[in-house]
C-alpha cells in the first residue's frame, strides 16, 4: 500500500542534528509514511547515522560526490510515492502531529501547497526569538496574517525553508525540478506552486523548528549571488502575480498586490528593473535562470555596475538600502546632535573665555601686589640678613668671652685648688704649732720666757 506522506531528508554535513530530524519523521503521529534519505557526499558521520537506522519506512542512498540541494531534492522526488510530499533539511525538527494536522487541514481546505508557522532554535535546541532571522520572520508573520494567500509569497518567502513544504504530489509532478540556486530554490518553487493551486498557511502553532547556526546557507557572504537570486526571483514575481491571483482567487486591484511585491526586502530594484527589461525584450526563464545560478567569470549585475560606473550598493537589496537609508538618517540626526552639542560647547567656551580673561586681569593685578610685596620682602630679607650678621657677631664676641671665662674659670680654679692646698698647709701648721705649744716642755719655756721679758 502507498504511504500517505513521503518525506524527503536531503543529508549534508548535519551529523550533530541528523538523528534529532530522523527521530522527528519516524515519532509522527501519521505512521502511513515512508522516509527517503539521500545523503549528498556528507564527509562527517552523516552516513554512518544513517545506516544506523533499522525502519522499514526508510530508504537511503548516498551520493559519491556533491550535488547541491536542489538536485538531491530532484532525486527525491522521483523516488516519492505519497499522495503527499514533505520535505525535512537534517538539521531541522518536526512537530510530533505535524503532518496529521497538515494532510488533513489540505484535504479539507482542497490545498495543493501548505506550511505551518514555524519556531526558530539555536544549535542546541533551544527556542532563539531574538535571532535577527527570528525577529524579521515575525514582522513578516504579522504583516501576512490579514494578507490574501497572494501576498505570502510575493512579500517574502513565508515558508522560510524547504523543511516547511508539504505538496500533493500531483502538483509536484506539474511543477518539476528545483532551479540549480543556492539560496532560493525553495523560494522559486513556492512561487510556482502559488501560481498552480491553492495555498494554506497553518498559524495556530509551530509545527517545525527551523535550527539557525554559522554554517546556515544563507549565513554566506555571496553578495553578488544573492543580489541575482533575488532579482530572478522578483522577475518570477512579476511574470506570475496575474497567474497567483487567479490560483488564490485574489479579486483585488493590482495595485494592492504591488504592495506586497514592493515590500519584499531582499529584492534589488536596479537589477530586477534590468532583468524584467531583457525578459521584456526576449530574454527567456532559462537564460535569467542560468544568470542567477552562476557561471564562469564576473556576475552579469557586477559587470553592470562596472559599466554603469555606479557603487556596488547601488545594485544591493531593497532591505540594504533601506538600512543604508535609515543608518545615514541615524548618523545625520547623530551629527546634528553632535553639532548642537558643539555649539552649546562653543557658547560654554566663551562663557569660560570671558571668566579667563577676568581672571586674567585678577591674576595680574594679584601679580603686581606680589611684585610689591616681593620687593618688601626683599627688604625684610635684606634687614633679616643684617641683624643675623649682627646677631653672628654678637655670637662670636659672647663666644670669645665665654672663652676667656672658662679660662678666667678655670684659673680661678686653679688658685682656689693652690689655695685649698695651702689652707690644707696651714691648717696642719698651725695644728703643728697647737701641739708644740700644747708640749710641756715648750709651756715651760715659755712661761720662762714670759717671765724673763717682765723683768
Not at 513521503?6 to 501519521?30: G, T
Not at 550535488?67 to 525538527?93: C, P, Q, W
Not at 495556530?204 to 554566506?220: F, G, K, W
Request: proline share 4%; hydrophobic share 40%.
Amino acid at each position: 500500500m502507498s504511504p500517505v506522506v513521503s518525506v524527503l531528508l536531503p543529508s549534508y554535513n548535519h551529523a550533530r542534528y541528523l538523528r534529532a530530524a530522523i527521530d522527528s519523521v519516524l515519532a509522527q503521529s501519521l505512521d502511513a509514511l515512508e522516509l527517503i534519505v539521500i545523503d549528498d557526499a556528507s564527509s562527517d558521520e552523516s552516513w554512518t547515522i544513517i545506516e544506523s537506522i533499522d525502519d522499514p519506512r526508510v530508504r537511503a542512498s548516498r551520493h559519491e560526490e556533491n550535488a547541491g540541494a536542489h538536485a538531491t531534492l530532484n532525486e527525491a522526488y522521483a523516488k516519492a510515492r505519497g499522495e503527499f510530499v514533505a520535505i525535512l533539511n537534517s538539521d531541522d525538527v518536526f512537530a510530533p502531529e505535524r503532518l496529521q494536522r497538515i494532510v488533513d487541514a489540505m484535504r479539507a481546505d482542497g490545498a495543493g501547497f501548505a506550511f505551518s508557522t514555524l519556531r526558530f532554535v539555536d544549535d542546541t535546541g533551544e527556542p532563539c526569538p531574538e535571532h535577527e532571522r527570528a525577529r524579521e520572520y515575525a514582522d513578516a508573520c504579522t504583516w501576512c496574517s490579514s494578507k490574501p494567500a497572494t501576498d505570502w509569497f510575493l512579500s517574502g518567502n513565508l515558508a522560510v525553508t524547504t523543511s516547511n513544504f508539504v505538496v500533493r504530489r500531483s502538483l509536484a509532478a506539474e511543477l518539476g525540478r528545483f532551479r540549480p540556486l543556492r539560496y532560493t530554490h525553495d523560494w522559486a518553487w513556492a512561487l510556482d506552486a502559488a501560481a498552480r493551486a491553492p495555498l494554506l498557511w497553518l498559524r495556530d502553532e509551530p509545527l517545525l523548528d527551523y535550527r539557525v547556526h554559522p554554517t546556515n546557507t544563507l549565513s554566506e557572504d555571496d553578495h553578488w549571488r544573492h543580489i541575482h537570486e533575488n532579482a530572478f526571483i522578483q522577475t518570477l514575481s512579476i511574470g506570475r502575480i496575474d497567474r497567483i491571483m487567479q490560483a488564490q482567487r485574489d479579486q483585488r486591484p493590482i495595485g494592492e498586490v504591488i504592495c506586497a511585491l514592493l515590500r519584499n526586502p531582499s529584492g534589488p530594484p536596479a537589477v530586477t528593473l534590468a532583468q524584467v527589461l531583457r525578459a521584456q525584450h526576449g530574454a527567456d526563464e532559462a537564460e535569467l535562470e542560468r544568470d542567477a545560478a552562476g557561471s564562469e567569470g564576473p556576475w552579469w549585475a557586477e559587470q553592470l555596475a562596472a559599466c554603469t560606473g555606479q557603487h556596488r550598493r547601488v545594485f544591493a537589496s531593497a532591505g540594504e538600502i533601506s538600512k543604508l537609508a535609515m543608518q545615514m538618517a541615524s548618523q545625520r540626526e547623530m551629527l546634528e546632535q553632535r553639532w548642537q552639542a558643539m555649539e552649546r560647547m562653543r557658547f560654554m567656551i566663551d562663557e569660560r573665555n570671558a571668566a579667563i580673561i577676568a581672571q586674567k586681569e585678577l591674576i595680574e593685578a594679584r601679580w603686581q601686589a606680589v611684585q610689591a610685596l616681593e620687593g618688601d620682602v626683599a627688604r625684610r630679607e635684606q634687614t633679616i640678613l643684617d641683624q643675623t650678621r649682627l646677631i653672628d657677631e654678637r655670637d662670636a664676641s659672647i663666644a670669645a668671652q665665654g672663652k676667656m671665662l672658662e679660662e678666667r674659670f678655670a684659673n680661678m680654679q686653679k688658685m682656689g685648688d693652690e689655695i685649698h692646698r695651702r689652707d690644707l698647709r696651714i691648717q696642719s701648721l698651725e695644728a703643728d704649732i697647737a701641739r708644740i705649744r700644747n708640749n710641756p716642755v715648750v709651756r715651760l719655756l715659755l712661761k720662762i720666757r714670759q717671765r724673763l721679758r717682765g723683768r
